[in-house]
């Protein structure tokens, strides 16, 4: 099935802060058109200014201060791929927040500070716009709608009439948890630009997510109650909507297997709502109007009898891919987070274990800055990968923080609390010297809750990265381990890919084998989410029923390369440029440490050139020779 794919505005590109849904929500409502995407993003929360200590400089603004950076990067490269705007509309800022922005002096930059600035400086971009809809705030999710819906314009007041609910019965059906976040708005307008009904939703509670995890993981072993519990979850929310009267469904959530509970009576895809979902939807429109790169990365350590690695392989040479094995002794942590994070890919698969691995629970003695004592208790969970040709091991180590003086991270107590942020600082100071007289207790587990990997030929990948492909393309990911929907996923979300299909618990291996030799024969024609759809029927009675879950939009598709050698073209055009560009950042990196890293990265660009592309390495340089003489 085709579904109609909105164009994205080049007119705007708007930047709000994460906090301000109402300026969000009205400035949409004067530059959104019918049948177009308006490019929103949310800038998090901006603790400090830019400048004035190094960019890896440990203190208590250390996350968003990092943030903040990355922002800036997926901001400056979503025009790259745009285009440059007319107008670039910043609204809400803080100075915090404004210092991370480098934009060029080309950009036309309009800046708005308040609700009632907007119509001074947005009217006039808007003259068919000349009806107004008094809404207040605490309606303008639903506002938005109405007022987009009848080429209105809103307007917040107080005294407002309620919003009456319009009811446009359309083949695609947006659900949207309400977070107190601009992504609610972000996820309106992306209802709005491929004319499906919106339905909002109450949002999780401070730790419903992991209380669902544990449901599932208790049903699993028997428990219907919690089966119960889990459905009364959803059927709060959605229990009342005519599923069976749409096409397709789209949840815009922070972790609620809504699909499990509802049997899968229609394709459901699945929206990340705290994931960046401004760059994720953008990074979709982008890819189907214009596929980057035809490669194909298939990740096995071989441990089944009957995988699916050639069948994909044999599907994708059919579709000219350039393909990429990571099998059996080569499916190692380092080649695995190297290919990850640095070479042009468009699709991963992996084939593996995954799910929850030992680690041990560590209570931990501390002093803040004031001298105040502490007691954490952390989960910790390593991962080793030996470097290629070094002696040197790679470490990966994740902690999950569990307790602080007994009270437990996110509870209703520890919030009360009001902790400063440099107690956290240097608490995650202390842990890191690993000092073992200050360890008071250390309690090895079999499984630790929340810590889900991929296994790969020599230990455990933990997926700890901030960036896929090296930012050249947004990869689509089917990761075939078990419990791979929840922590690793959120690792590649984060890091902008564009559809990533995991997994609720345990599948059965050969369920999951079958299901997605199922899948790749039905992609060719259709959709990822209606080619995962079908092949949900290899999975009927068993076990595995229900289990898959597909983050990503319901047009999202794989398309065929032109031809092998302009697959193996771009891929190499595409390493060369991070060749150079690394390259460019050694001259100014800020410490030796980061120059190493990047010399490293470098290094593994060029090698993939030798080994793989000499011949396309040399026919661009010849390319690029004739150019250089014209």
């Known amino acids: 099935m085709k579904y109609r794919i909105p164009e994205v505005s080049t007119s705007f590109f708007c930047i709000v802060d994460r906090d301000r849904p109402d300026l969000a929500a009205v400035i949409s409502s004067y530059l959104s058109k019918k049948g177009e995407y308006l490019p929103l993003f949310e800038f998090p929360i901006a603790t400090t ?11 208590e603004h250390t996350i968003t201060r990092r943030r903040s950076i990355e922002f800036n990067v997926n901001v400056l490269n979503s025009i790259g791929k745009i285009g440059l ?18 934009f060029p002096e080309t950009y036309n930059i309009l800046e708005i500070g308040e609700l009632e600035d907007i119509d001074f400086a947005l009217a006039a971009f808007s003259p068919e716009k000349d009806r107004f809809l008094p809404c207040a705030k605490e309606e303008l999710h639903l506002g938005l709608v109405v007022a987009c819906s009848n080429n209105m314009k809103l307007r917040v007041d107080a005294y407002a009439d309620a919003i009456i609910p319009e009811n446009h019965f359309t083949d695609g059906l947006v659900i949207i948890e309400q977070i107190p976040a601009v992504s609610v708005v972000i996820a309106i307008n992306y209802s709005l630009s491929i004319e499906a009904t919106a339905i909002m939703v109450e949002p ?12 599932i993981e208790n049903w699993r072993l028997g428990s219907d109650l919690d089966y119960q519990s889990l459905s009364e979850k959803v059927n709060r929310r959605v229990g009342q909507i005519p599923f069976d009267e749409f096409e397709f469904a789209s949840f815009f959530t922070e972790g609620i297997p809504y699909s499990f509970v509802l049997k899968d009576v229609i394709p459901f895809s699945y ?9 994720f939807i953008l990074n979709n429109l982008l890819y189907e109007k214009n596929p980057e790169i035809n490669a194909a990365i298939l990740f096995s350590p071989e441990l089944f009898v009957d995988e699916e690695i050639t069948f994909i392989r044999g599907i994708f040479e059919t579709s000219k891919y350039y393909i990429k094995e990571l099998t059996g002794a080569n499916a190692t942590v380092f080649n695995l987070d190297m290919h990850v994070k640095e070479f042009p890919y468009g699709l991963l698969h992996i084939c593996s274990h995954g799910g929850e691995v030992p680690g041990c629970t560590i209570t931990e003695q501390f002093v803040d800055r004031n001298g105040i004592p502490y007691v954490v208790e952390y989960d910790l969970v390593l991962g080793f990968a030996p470097i290629p040709g070094q002696e040197l091991v790679m470490v990966s180590k994740k902690m999950l923080c569990r307790k602080l003086d007994e009270i437990e991270f996110g509870s209703h107590e520890f919030i009360a609390k009001k902790y400063a942020n440099h107690i956290f600082v240097d608490m995650e100071l202390e842990i890191d010297k690993q000092v073992r007289d200050k360890q008071i207790g250390i309690v090895h587990k ?9 296994h790969c030929s020599d230990h455990i990948y933990q997926a700890l990265f901030d960036i896929v492909s090296s930012y050249h393309t947004s990869p689509f990911i089917f990761n075939n381990s078990c419990w791979s929907w929840s922590a690793v996923a959120e690792s590649f979300l984060f890091a902008g890919v564009r559809g990533y299909i995991g997994t609720l618990w345990n599948i059965d291996t050969d369920v999951a084998s079958a299901a997605a030799k199922e899948f790749y024969f039905n992609l060719k024609d259709s959709t990822i989410l209606n080619a995962l ?3 949900r029927k290899v999975a009927e009675q068993t076990n595995s029923e229900n289990v898959y879950i597909f983050w990503g939009l319901h047009f ?9 050698n302009k697959s193996r073209k771009n891929v190499c055009k595409s390493l060369l440029s991070s060749f150079d560009r690394w390259n460019e950042k050694e001259k100014i990196a800020p410490s030796e440490a980061i120059r190493q890293n990047i010399k490293q990265l470098a290094k593994w660009d060029c090698d993939q050139l030798f080994e793989n592309f000499r011949t396309e390495t040399r026919e661009l340089h010849r390319e690029l020779m004739a150019e250089a003489q014209k």
């Open 85 to 102: 705007p007319e107008c670039v509309v910043l609204a809400g800022l803080s100075a915090n927040q404004r210092s991370y922005l480098t």
């Open 204 to 215: 999780l509670e401070k730790y419903e997510r992991r209380e669902i995890e544990l449901l």
């Open 271 to 279: 929206i990340n709502i705290l994931a960046r979902p401004d760059l």
């Open 533 to 535: 759809h079908q092949s």
């Open 446 to 454: 079999d499984f630790i809750a929340n810590s889900c990997s991929v």
């Open 556 to 564: 999202a598709t794989i398309t065929e390369a032109e031809g092998l």
């Open 49 to 59: 200014a830019k400048g004035g200590v190094p960019d890896d400089h440990i203190d």
